[in-house]
């Protein structure tokens, strides 16, 4: 069941989802890449390896699905920035907050920023999103 509903308010904190990262989360096969190597990240100038931007931004997704339901799948929208690198052992958090809402047919349209910040509080992600609840009960 979604926790969104008509009479949402603006301010209304989304429920955090976090996650530490380990390497092994993003290793393939015997694959040395910036993303699954330490040497291969250190030959570029980078302390460790950089996570896959797409499944971090994953955590946002996961978060707006839980948040919306079905309305995230059927009228979901985003606009994401990815503001800086995460590295494969960082721990990331979503969150989000409402900012608006407005009718759209026979739906409500929540409007929400929404960010990822890493374990120094940095935002690694961040953006608008939307969703859709139905105003009738």
Partial sequence: MAIMHKDIAVGYE???IAKKYRLEDFKRADEKTIHTDYEAAAR?????????????????????????????????????????PVFVTD?????????????????????CDVWIENQDGKHVIAGTASGLVPLAS
């Fill in 14 to 16: 989304f429920p955090t």
């Fill in 91 to 111: 721990f990331c958090v979503a969150r989000g907050v409402v900012t608006k809402t407005e009718t759209e047919g026979s739906n409500l349209r929540i409007h």
């Fill in 44 to 84: 570029e100038g980078l302390p460790a390896p950089v996570a896959i931007g797409p499944q971090i931004a994953a955590l946002l997704f996961r978060q707006l699905r839980l948040c919306f339901g079905h309305g995230w799948i059927v009228g979901g929208k985003w606009n994401l920035t990815f503001r800086r």
